[in-house]
């Protein structure tokens, strides 16, 4: 197969939405003519790896595998200039530095920057090895630097164009709740709800209360419930609210979890209204494709 081809194959991978990794590889390695032996020294990893973390137990598991029956699945690295930049394998790259291995087999693709990037990202998506926060950074480099629609990318990496934009949502809250997730203190489940807060200082608060408190998602759902109606109706609003049918709280409840926002169900009689809240065009569009 020529490197023209290969590369035809490798774009109808990409443009078929969900491929795994793992297929994305079989169509390179295949040819197994391809593989050569490259100097690990002119190999540099991929400066927009979306992933910014590696389990250091991990790569010492696989550079013990690598040490007693070598390197079984070549890496995938692409030319620029005398170097090699990795586009799919860093792993099995640190694991062969590790071992203080001199080269690695390797089978050089042609790949412009977007189908690299893509790659990369695609192989940690769906080896799920990103962190909420990482793959919504990688979601925002992509969309920035090639000026992609939220619904080509998601067509890219075989996501739902909703998922997409919630998941971006995450990198409006603080750094500070950033680092939170990151490093797993509270969910994506507690995130979303907490983006429904407008004031900082207030989602600082209530993610300090997560922490102090091992509050659920439902917990920190009410605790935001009983805010909302304090500021938006006064003392008269909440002691109707707290009169209102528990069927309808409920029913409040989780379409709060389920849209990430306020809403807010008006009954009487046999007639009544769903006030669901926006806070920008971009968490407006989230919503109407998410009821869509």
Do not use: W
Request: some cysteine; charged content about 30%; glycine content about 4%.
């Amino acid at each position: 197969m020529s490197k023209r081809a290969l590369g035809k194959g490798l774009g109808a991978i990409i443009s078929a939405s969900p491929t795994p990794v793992e297929e994305i590889e079989k169509v390179v390695t295949e040819h197994r003519e391809r593989i050569i032996e490259i100097e690990l020294d002119k190999i540099i990893p991929n400066p927009d790896q979306p992933r910014t973390s590696f389990d250091e137990n991990e790569i010492m598991g696989l550079a013990e595998s690598i040490s007693s029956v070598g390197l079984i699945q070549p890496i995938i690295v692409r030319k620029k200039g005398e170097q090699y930049i990795i586009v799919a394998g860093e792993r099995r790259y640190r694991a062969c530095r590790l071992n203080q291995m001199n080269s690695i087999k390797s089978i050089v693709i042609e790949a412009d920057e977007e189908l690299n990037f893509t790659l990369a990202l695609i192989e940690n998506i769906q080896r799920q090895d990103l962190n909420p926060i990482e793959e919504a950074k990688a979601y925002k480099l992509l969309i920035n630097r090639f000026k992609l629609k939220q619904q080509d990318l998601a067509k890219k990496v075989g996501k739902e164009r909703a998922t997409i934009a919630n998941t971006m949502r995450l990198l409006n809250l603080s750094e500070e709740i950033q680092n939170g997730i990151i490093e797993k203190k509270l969910s994506s489940g507690h995130a979303k709800v907490l983006l429904s807060i407008e004031n900082p200082d207030r989602q600082k608060a209530l993610y300090n209360e997560i922490l102090s408190k091992d509050l659920s998602v439902r917990a920190l759902e009410a605790l935001i419930n009983i805010d909302k109606a304090s500021d938006d109706k006064g003392a008269d609003t909440e002691k109707r609210l707290s009169s209102k049918n528990p069927h309808l709280k409920q029913m409040e409840e989780e379409l709060v979890s389920k849209l990430g926002t306020k809403v807010e169900i008006r009954h009487s009689g046999n007639k009544g209204k769903i006030e669901i809240s926006y806070y920008s065009l971009d968490d407006f569009e989230r919503i109407v494709e998410m009821i869509k």
